[in-house]
């Protein structure tokens, strides 16, 4: 069996969720992110350091909340950093292009006003990335629109991941686009749209089984999402 450590690169943050202790764990370089009752959590910070096979354990490993312990996490930031300063082999992108959201999570920390990317705004992001396009001459080009909830701002989005997809064409460089959303807004129309620029990838967050979800991430009416999630991404 192995032995798990706290990355250094997770937080932890106390949360209370309907009068129930429970602990946010993020990973700032995995992405990973893991909701856990205070009692699951004193649980596991008592198999840490220690030879465990415990399922909740290795979930957090495979989500980069926990390491190994043959591990050396400062030589892979130090690779990490070095990759991205020095590889012009591909350019990535996040692009957040709205703050609106139609979800009204418990455990929301986003508190800015509900302000969204203009076209001209875009336009003008746009045009400074394809001049760096052209200065990096990458193999390929990685880009994901967020939020917010960004099909909240679809048409903006679609309009810039257009303008890179042709861009990216025209100089017979790989364009690889995405986005990350909760789901709800998805339809037969927009999926059409985004797909005939090539979409890649959609990345819909759930926070679990259906009562979990719709307890933890709610519209703004407070009525649950999961099955309309679901019946559209199925």
Do not use: W
């Given at each position: 069996?192995?032995?798990?450590?706290?990355?250094m690169f997770t937080t932890i943050l106390p949360l209370s969720i309907k009068g129930?202790?429970?602990v946010a764990?993020?990973?700032?370089?995995?992405?990973?992110?893991?909701?856990?009752t205070s009692d699951k959590w004193r649980q596991i910070r008592e198999l840490l350091?220690?030879?465990?096979?415990?399922?909740?354990?290795?979930?957090?490993?495979?989500?980069?909340?926990?390491?190994?312990?043959?591990?050396?996490?400062?030589?892979?930031?130090k690779l990490y950093r070095q990759q991205i300063v020095h590889n012009t082999?591909?350019?990535?992108?996040?692009?957040?292009?709205?703050?609106a959201c139609n979800f009204n999570c418990l455990y929301c920390y986003q508190k800015s006003?509900?302000?969204?990317?203009?076209?001209?705004?875009?336009?003008?992001?746009?045009?400074?990335?394809?001049?760096?396009?052209?200065?990096?001459?990458?193999?390929?080009?990685?880009?994901?629109?967020?939020?917010?909830?960004?099909l909240l701002n679809f048409q903006v989005l679609l309009n810039s991941a257009s303008r890179r997809h042709y861009f990216c064409l025209g100089k017979g460089i790989e364009y690889d686009w995405g986005i990350t959303t909760n789901g709800l807004l998805l339809d037969?129309?927009?999926?059409?749209?985004?797909?005939?620029?090539?979409?890649?990838?959609?990345?819909?967050?759930?926070?679990?089984?259906?009562?979990?979800?719709?307890?933890?991430?709610?519209?703004?009416?407070g009525k649950g999402t999961y099955k309309s999630i679901t019946g559209v991404c199925t």
């Open positions: 069996m192995n032995t798990y450590f706290l990355s129930q202790a429970v764990l993020f990973n700032t370089m995995s992405k990973g992110f893991c909701l856990l350091g220690k030879p465990a096979a415990d399922q909740t354990l290795l979930a957090l490993y495979g989500n980069g909340l926990l390491v190994s312990g043959d591990v050396d996490e400062q030589a892979a930031l082999q591909i350019l990535k992108s996040r692009i957040m292009v709205t703050y006003k509900p302000l969204s990317m203009s076209e001209s705004t875009a336009q003008k992001i746009d045009s400074y990335y394809m001049t760096l396009i052209n200065q990096k001459q990458p193999r390929c080009v990685l880009d994901n629109y967020i939020g917010g909830e960004p037969e129309d927009r999926l059409k749209q985004m797909m005939a620029i090539n979409l890649n990838h959609i990345r819909v967050s759930l926070a679990g089984p259906q009562e979990i979800h719709d307890r933890l991430r709610p519209d703004k009416q």
